[in-house]
């Protein structure tokens, strides 16, 4: 049967260039993916010598010696895993989805061979045999293309300023081969999963598909198709309901997952819903009585399976990317607010000269009588010990009652008092993560200094604004606070701008800068939204680039086997305009309808995210990128009614010469029967 498939691939090149074309670029974006996540893994680190350290006992009584100045690669590697797992989920959406689709493009040749006696293993084998004469040098083309482009790639993330180190590609016959491989392996495995999934309705096609003149939808929904639909249903559901009581941390895998889970079942159901969405959709054209908006309509609502997979791509990319960006942003809205919220002081006052502001200033601020008080906290970062392990992450050092002052912190257990010597306030997370209240005890350390045990005294919630410890403002080996918050009182309320002014012309603007709250939180908020457009860019730029491709590559497929029905058109007197805006109409129209199936999921998944971060932060904002995600659609659709109206006007062209010499009714599967057969008998 490889002759066979080979012979078959040769044959229907344009239907197979589809899934060429997306292995190819799946498979390179998976190992550029995996190149610059193992280039993270090879940063040089500074040496653990002349580093500071502490050395901290648990509750078993072993000792650790922690470590601080470490490079915090986490945040870039994750941003680098979820890329990874976009390109991959994306790549196995399209390559199962043209897979399935070239198989239910060609029932008449199945139908063929199963007439002159393949039997349905054989089709099978030569399904797969398809697949794998096509997903080779797929993959081969991918990895060069993954070779070539990853220094670039890294160079580029570099530049976006997510990498604390900066980071570098090995060669291709270094740490580069095994992302290669490993890129290499998906890709082949994703093949062959696909074809085998696609190669079971290909071996039930029975021999009198091959006398079928119309290429309609029998039957659009296998039991075993509808089986895993409502299993991946009910996950989606399990997982969206369940994050919305979930802790942030839970949340988040549990939102994004769901609606990729939820994004296949949709995907899966497609056949079963589309005809019903498209049918409303052109109700108006409908009225109208429109020639090209109604064949549009009857084309997408009649060849389902078809429309399934014109839909597949656009739902996959605006469902993932609107999911990802969507938790990313409604995430950092949500800690913007609550910040701005919980502030209730009117001026935050920064250095502009150094990274601390000076003993001298402070006191200044204090004694101004228009002030009424100044919270002046120093972000320190230190190590805890649990029972078993230690917590590593940042504590305060402050004033507790003034921050309750500048600040809204609410008391769940305890007492806001100024902190002694040996006492540290916990948040409320805290607590609950590790079991602490009022009166337990926790050793802490300060990273080159010593070991204190300390007595919990309050658990607070703070918000964003308050950490998961509260120093005492005592603390020794702290450094100097970054910035404060000034409270006033009186008329100084009321004019804070000018407040501002006169607090730097006094201190001098060469040392200090006073701003007004909210201006401050908007500087805040503009560089927080460049480093997110900055996520955005490496999750969504590759797997959108090539899901654009994708949906291209479909239509072409598509219409390579749509000649005889444009033909008959031509014929039954459609003029070529009117073919035109057909196209246009229909494209729309799939497009349109996976734009909405799409904002269904991420609305769901994004709902049940936000009711999960209520629990931790009052205000929690939607927050979705809506100018990214509405210029992904107008990107899809003019991909699509791009390669639409190219496809119609060579068909057009084709057409018009098979009309005037009767060629285009006449059926085009017999005449490769007989070497068809042959090449099943050598096989």
């Known amino acids: 049967m490889w002759r066979l498939s080979l012979r078959s691939v040769r044959h229907h090149l344009p239907l197979f260039l589809g899934t060429f074309i997306s292995l190819a670029l799946g498979v390179a974006l998976i190992a550029v993916s995996a190149a610059a996540l193992v280039a993270t893994w090879d940063v040089t680190r500074p040496p653990r010598e002349g580093r500071p350290s502490v050395v901290l006992e648990d509750a078993t009584g072993t000792s650790h010696t922690v470590f601080g100045g470490d490079l915090d690669m986490g945040g870039v590697q994750t941003v680098l895993v979820m890329a990874g797992v976009i390109s991959a989920f994306v790549t196995v959406f399209v390559i199962a989805g043209t897979c399935a689709f070239g198989v239910a493009l060609r029932r008449q040749d199945m139908g063929l061979l199963r007439l002159v006696g393949a039997g349905g293993p054989q089709v099978r084998r030569m399904v797969i045999g398809e697949c794998l004469a096509v997903a080779v040098p797929a993959a081969a083309v991918g990895c060069l293309a993954a070779a070539a482009v ?178 990313l942003a409604t995430t950092g809205a949500a800690a913007e607010a609550d910040g701005r ?61 003034t921050l309750a002052r500048t600040h809204r912190v609410d008391l769940i257990e305890g007492d806001i008092g100024e902190l002694g010597a040996g006492e540290v306030a916990i948040s409320e997370e805290f607590s609950e993560w590790y079991g602490y209240h009022p009166g337990s005890r926790l050793t802490y350390g300060l990273y080159g200094g010593e070991a204190v045990g300390a007595r919990v005294v309050a658990v607070l919630d703070g918000g964003s604004a308050v950490p998961h410890l509260v120093l005492p403002a005592t ?30 012309e006094r201190f001098g603007g060469d040392r200090v800068r006073v701003t007004r709250t909210d201006q401050w939180f908007d500087r805040s908020a503009k560089e927080k939204d460049r480093l997110d457009d900055m996520v955005l860019l490496v999750l969504a730029g590759p797997a959108s680039a090539y899901a654009l491709i994708a949906v291209g590559s479909t239509l072409v497929m598509s219409y390579s086997r749509r000649r005889r029905e444009i033909a008959t058109m031509r014929l039954l007197g459609v003029s070529q305009e009117q073919v035109r805006r057909m196209a246009l109409w229909e494209t729309a129209a799939t497009t349109s309808v996976a734009a909405l199936v ?56 084709r057409s018009d010469i098979r009309s005037d010499s009767d060629i285009a009714v006449t059926p085009t599967a017999p005449r490769s029967a007989p070497r068809r057969a042959e090449s099943l008998t050598d096989a």
């Open 150 to 327: 990853t220094p670039w790639a890294v160079s580029g993330l570099n530049g976006t300023g997510l990498s604390p180190a900066e980071l570098r590609a090995g060669p291709l016959a270094g740490p580069l081969a095994g992302p290669l491989l490993f890129a290499v392996g998906c890709g082949l495995v994703i093949a062959v999963l696909g074809a085998a999934a696609a190669s079971r309705p290909a071996a039930r096609v029975r021999p009198a598909e091959a006398l079928r003149e119309a290429e309609l939808d029998s039957r659009v929904m296998t039991v075993g198709r509808g089986v895993m639909s409502l299993l991946l249903l009910l996950t989606g559901v399990v997982m969206v309901c369940l994050a919305s009581g979930s802790q942030e941390e839970d949340a988040i895998p549990l939102a994004l997952f769901g609606s990729l889970a939820l994004t296949l079942a949709a995907s899966s159901l497609a056949p079963l819903y589309l005809p019903w969405l498209v049918r409303m959709s052109a109700r108006p054209l409908e009225r109208t009585r429109s020639v090209p908006g109604r064949l549009a309509a009857e084309a997408v609502i009649t060849a389902r399976l078809r429309t399934a997979s014109l839909v597949r791509p656009v739902l996959a990319v605006l469902a993932v990317v609107g999911i990802f960006s969507s938790v």
């Open 341 to 401: 919220s919980r502030t209730i002081g009117q001026l935050v006052v920064e250095p502009t000269a150094g990274d601390t502001l000076g003993e001298d200033i402070l006191d200044g601020l204090r004694e101004d009588p228009r002030v009424s008080a100044v919270s002046a906290g120093a972000s320190v970062d230190l190590a805890a010990a649990r029972h078993h392990e230690i917590w590593q992450g940042e504590g305060l050092v402050a004033d507790l009652p």
């Open 475 to 504: 603390r020794a080996g702290a450094p100097g606070p970054g910035r404060a918050v000034v409270l006033l009182h009186g008329a100084a309320v009321g004019s804070a701008s000018e407040v501002a002014r006169e607090l730097t």
């Open 598 to 653: 799409a904002a269904l999921v991420v609305a769901a998944g994004l709902l049940s995210y936000r009711s999960a971060l209520r629990a931790t932060y009052e205000v929690v904002p939607l927050g979705v990128p809506w100018g990214a995600l509405l210029g992904l659609f107008a990107a899809c659709l003019a991909v699509s009614l791009t390669v639409s109206l190219g496809a119609v006007r060579r068909l057009i062209r």
